[in-house]
């Protein structure tokens, strides 16, 4: 809740991450490793607005997080 007294959405998002170690030769190995970002695809909105000579006043306007993002990533290790 914020000075005028409007409480602000509340926040969800859920992260993990995949992680793999191979041994390709004794001093050779392969590392894969997979992230998610906000897996679930939960929407999070800003805070309404608080400025009460605006129009918007006690709307929100905008989104507070990105859609779900995906990363791969690989590394050798010698």
Do not use: C, H, W
């Not at 695809?41 to 929100?60: D, E, H, L, R, Y």
């Amino acid at each position: 809740m914020d000075a005028f007294g409007i409480v602000n959405p509340g926040t969800y998002d859920i992260d993990t991450n995949l992680r793999r170690d191979f041994t390709i030769r004794e001093s050779l190995k392969l590392t894969f490793q997979a992230d998610a970002f906000n897996i679930l695809n939960f929407v999070n909105f800003s805070p309404p607005s608080t400025n009460i000579g605006s129009s918007a006043f006690g709307k929100i306007t905008s989104q507070a997080n990105g859609p779900r993002a995906l990363q791969l990533s690989a590394r050798i290790t010698f």
